[in-house]
Every structure is written in C-alpha cells, then in structure tokens.
C-alpha cells in the first residue's frame, strides 16, 4: 500500500489559504490522490483527487509535485467552517485507508 | 457531488440485541459499497467492501459473521450488528461508488452521514 505521511495539526487565519502538505513517496505510476475532510461527527466530504496534473475545483486546488511523490491541498481562502480534518489518501485498487490525517483549526 | 443517506443517523440498544444500518446512495447506482467504523478520536477503519449481488469482502479482524453486509441492489446495502456489545459501540460510516444515472462513471467514493451506536 502507498502510505501517506502528514502533519498532525496545522493552523490558519481567517481569510487566509491554507496549505496542507502531504507526503506519498511510494506511490504508484497508476494510484490517484484523494482528499477528503471530515468536520467532527459527520461523515468525511470529498475534495479533490489527481493524478499527475494540479487540479482546481470549487473547494480547493491540488498540487502534485513532478515525482508526484507529494502534493499540497490548497483552500485558497479560509473560514472558521473550514476547520475539520483533512485526510490525504493514495488509493489502493478498490479502497480508501484512511490515515490519521491533518486537524486544521481556522482562526478568526 | 454524490449523495449518500444513512438511517437511522443514531441508535441506541440493549446488549445483545442485533441493530440494522441502511446505507443508500440517492443519485447513482452503487456497484460498490463500503462499511468503515469509527472509534473516538481515532480515523476511520475499513471493516468490508462490497459488490452488487456478490458476498461481502471483509478485512482481517473483522467477524462477518457478527457484522452482516447485505448489498442486495444498487441503492442499498444494510449492515447489521448481531448480537451486539457495548465494545461495538462506535460511529459506522458507510460510503459508495459507482455509475450515475445519467450515464458514466463515477469513480470518486462518497460517504455516508454516519451511524452513531450505542450498545448499553
């Protein structure tokens, strides 16, 4: 399995991008990035995943390095609802293993 | 994005009773549905992984005979907790993927609400 490494916490102001690193040096040629988050006692939202390219959608943009061996989530302007945990995953065939993932807490 | 419902969103029971879970997907037809746990501040746990019509595939520790995964169409799968404890009190989180219903695919895996159970 392609295991991901990220910080444990992070903090970001207000109105501010947060950027969320996330390691996956064992990563596969064919294995996709996946980010999701999840806010305390809901089930994890979905974010964004790539390949090899950066990705943009609404929520956020993912930066996948050249060797795609680690990537950066990006919410371009944080808010306080933005605070959850935020989970970098490398699929494997036909599953998502979660790891412990990032706690990002968004300050006012 | 997708659109996964879980009922009921809590329950809670006797010991040794036996609790089912639904999990259906509301706009696209799940080929494959998955069931997580999820223990106080811990990440979530895959428990089985299932296909339409097909048995559940369930990971290493977890008893299928305990934890019965039904996954009978392609907008529903139920798990059900037999027998249960209050060690399998946790936060069940199911989570599916597959082709929308309005034509192709979609391989991004969405997630239920959640489940929350107490066993007392």
């Known amino acids: 399995d392609a295991k991901t490494t990220q910080p444990p916490s992070m903090d970001c102001a207000e109105g501010r991008a947060a950027n969320l690193p996330c390691n996956h040096s064992t990563i596969s040629g064919n294995e996709y990035v996946y980010w999701y988050r999840q806010i305390h006692s809901q089930g994890p939202q979905y974010i964004i995943h790539g390949l090899k390219n950066n990705e943009t959608n609404e929520m956020a943009s993912l930066i996948i390095t050249e060797d795609r061996k680690s990537s950066t989530l990006i919410l371009p302007h944080a808010t306080l609802r933005d605070t959850a945990v935020y989970y970098c995953i490398v699929r494997n065939g036909n599953k998502l293993v979660f790891g412990a993932g990032t706690i990002l807490r968004v300050k006012s | 994005g997708a659109v996964v419902s879980q009922h009921p969103s809590w329950v809670i029971c006797k010991s040794g009773t036996s609790v089912k879970i639904e999990c259906r997907s509301l706009?696209?037809?799940?080929?494959?549905m998955f069931w997580y746990r999820q223990f106080p501040k811990q990440s979530l746990m895959l428990m089985a992984t299932s296909n339409e019509g097909s048995k559940a595939t369930y990971e290493q520790g977890v008893e299928k005979d305990k934890f019965l995964i039904n996954h009978a169409s392609l907008t529903l799968s139920t798990l059900t907790v037999t027998s249960a404890h209050p060690e399998d009190s946790s936060f069940y989180i199911c989570?599916?993927?597959?082709?929308?219903?309005?034509?192709?695919?979609?391989?991004?895996?969405?997630f239920g609400p959640g489940t929350r159970l107490t066993v007392l």
């Open positions: 989570s599916a993927r597959g082709k929308a219903k309005g034509g192709g695919s979609t391989d991004t895996q969405y």
């Open positions: 706009d696209f037809q799940a080929t494959t």
